[in-house]
């Protein structure tokens, strides 16, 4: 037996703009930190420059290997300024998760435990029309894993009203925080309860829509989410 | 007895920025419901723009009256940025709350039902020490009600290392889904299960410190969060 090095854990580069400024917590850069926080999520917050000025707005995204996308109507302003923008629209595009809240002796200390990923970049317009249904299925799947395999494909009427930006994960980085409080030496003896607060999303029961025939039952994929 | 008009709802004034392009879910102005969104959250999405390109961070934020805050270590980037800006760091403040999941018939018609307030407007460093230690005790209260009064205050140390950001609402709206799919009436025959499954966020048992001293309960204030 020949004994081979462990394959080295894949990594973005991190560049000025991804090492944090004097932050405490922890800046990650491997591909599976970076795709778990991607993929427990489903909202992000994309930025771009409108004016000269930034704009943020809330939207879902989903993910194929490196690549992010996200969608809207075709009329949506990021979605326009795309397709008008040669060669693409710069964006930032952030994910966060909350875990919990850090309640600390002094003010000063308190804290959220969070992970992020924060992905900078060139969003292109998607085009190709094979590469576009990936896209919507893949948005699709990253809200509720398999529904995109129980709901109509969209016809090309929808195909044509949707638009698709990719966003390639190259200059991209996670930061996170875990643990309890860091309180200062000379408080520890204060009165104040200290400690972490877990938070958690959860899903209530699925509530049927008001049309829904008789007979059809809540698939095994929403109850197991 | 005399009778009196009801007074007139306060609303933001919509512009241009805060006008949505070409979406289905509703716009509000009226203080109440933006209030009410940014109250029930306490980490917002900042973008200000750095060489051009926009950034997008997670950040702790609060509200007193007509003004938010945000803070952070005064090396961060904004807080930086907001300081040697003259008269100010354009930003964007962006609030959200998934609410859940709208799954339809068709993929073209998934949705999430949210609530999300989008603040456009210039941040200024706060320099007034008593706004800035009113800030901070909106920051801390705004993640654990009542929080501030149980817990060390910032020293003249500690306030000096923190730098505050002020952004008035101002220019500023909600926008919201909520309710069931809209499928397409051709697609009310297909078999896919269709409803809402509904999102919340909860939270654990708290988890006290390592080093928290025997006899120091779990306060009220946090197991009715």
């Known amino acids: 037996m020949t004994e081979t090095a462990a394959p080295r854990p894949a990594t973005y580069t991190p560049t000025d703009r991804t090492v944090p400024t004097r932050s405490r917590d922890r800046a990650a850069y491997d591909h599976e930190m970076v795709h778990s926080i991607l993929d427990e999520g489903y909202v992000c917050h994309l930025g771009f420059v409108r004016d000269g ?5 809330p939207t ?22 795309a397709g008008q923008t040669d060669p693409g629209l710069p964006v930032c595009l952030t994910v966060t998760h909350v875990d919990g809240l850090v309640l600390a002796r002094s003010a000063f200390h308190h804290s959220i435990n969070y992970r992020s990923v924060v992905v900078h970049g060139v969003a292109h ?8 249904r990936q896209a919507l299925d893949a948005l699709v799947d990253h809200v509720v894993p398999g529904r995109s395999y129980d709901s109509r494909p969209a016809n090309a009427k929808e195909l044509a009203a949707t638009s698709v930006l990719r966003l390639d994960l ?3 980085s996670a930061k996170l925080r875990t643990g309890g409080p860091n309180d200062e030496p000379e408080d520890l003896g204060l009165p104040h ?11 209530g ?9 008789p007979g059809i ?7 197991t989410l």
Chains 1, 2 share one sequence.
């Open 217 to 223: 039952e809540v698939p095994d994929y929403l109850t």
């Open 53 to 57: 000025a930034p704009v943020v707005l």
């Open 205 to 213: 029961a699925p509530l049927p829509a008001d049309d829904l025939a």
């Open 60 to 81: 879902l995204y989903g993910r194929v290997g490196e690549r992010l996308y996200v969608h809207g109507s075709t009329g949506s302003r990021p979605l326009r300024m």
């Open 193 to 203: 309860w200290t400690g972490v607060l877990p938070v958690r999303t959860t899903y």
């Open 170 to 172: 190259d200059e991209v």
């Open 125 to 132: 317009q998607v085009t190709d029309p094979e590469e576009k």
